[in-house]
């Protein structure tokens, strides 16, 4: 799509305070969706666009693997972090996708969960 600029679109849909500069990845910018809505909408402009954007948790793990040589952004989910759900009768936890391990071990352990995974690093 010749001329689409992609960050004005998903400023209009998101509003600027969800995008911000891409610290330390190859990005023009750095958005940060901060509900599912929003990441629809985010998914859907850089598909339109053609993007392409670097996934990004918390970024404890960047140096790992082949890095994106060249995005246009950079797609946060640390807005996307939180639990949704956590029925300790049913023995279900729903979370979102930013949600990190330690902050989940930390929400289920006084119910007398263990999470059959060891949160790396911080």
Known sequence: MSGFDVRAALERELGPDRLSEAVGAPAAFAVQPGDGGALASTLRILGEAGARAQVRGRGTHDELGNGPVEVEALLSTRGLC??????TQDGVVRV???????????????????????????
């Open 96 to 122: 979102r996708a930013g949600t990190s391990l330690a902050e989940l071990a930390e929400a289920v352990t006084p119910h007398g969960w263990e999470l059959p995974l060891g949160a790396p690093g911080s």
């Open 82 to 87: 939180g639990i949704e759900e956590l029925d």
